[in-house]
């Protein structure tokens, strides 16, 4: 049992794991940043489009 654990500690898949989380959720916050920064500016755009037409 104490070879399972000592096995079990030792391995880096958990490290792996933890890392690519990470970079998951790095990847995650600057896609949203991004959308809302976009969205704002393409939701301005199409304003100025929709009054123009009117």
Do not use: D, P
């Amino acid at each position: 049992m104490s070879r399972l654990w000592t096995r079990r500690l030792s391995e880096e898949t958990g490290a792996s794991m933890v890392e690519y989380a990470l970079l998951v959720v790095l990847i995650a916050i600057i896609a949203l940043l991004a959308i809302r920064l976009a969205g704002t500016q393409v939701s301005e755009a199409f304003s100025e489009i929709g009054s123009g037409l009117q």
